[in-house]
């Protein structure tokens, strides 16, 4: 039974760890707006960054047929704009 009660509790905390980093994009460059660690071109580049992928997911979609050279290339955006965000929200420039 301790062992069962061992497992359950590990598995809540492992699911309530990654849930709480499963973050959206758009909900960390709001984030990022709110505290301060964005500025607005920084805001505006993000923001730009999104709307491009959904067009990219958009035209992907448009045939019915997503292809796998699609979803590679949508995800590598995907992996990019994470990447672009983390960087922007972590450099020295805040907004004043």
Do not use: W
Not at 16 to 41: D, F, H, M, N, W
Not at 61 to 74: L, N, Q, W
Request: charged share 35%; glycine share 2%; no cysteine.
């Amino acid at each position: 039974m301790k062992y069962l009660k061992t497992v359950a509790a590990f598995a809540f905390v492992f699911f309530a760890a990654t849930a709480s980093q499963a973050q959206t994009q758009p909900a960390r460059i709001k984030q990022g707006v709110k505290s301060g660690e964005l500025t607005r071109r920084e805001t505006k580049t993000l923001v730009k960054q999104q709307a491009e992928t959904r067009q990219d997911i958009k035209q992907a979609k448009a045939d019915a047929v997503v292809t796998t050279a699609e979803k590679k290339e949508i995800k590598q955006d995907k992996r990019q704009s994470s990447r672009a965000i983390y960087r922007k929200k972590h450099n020295a420039r805040d907004r004043n």
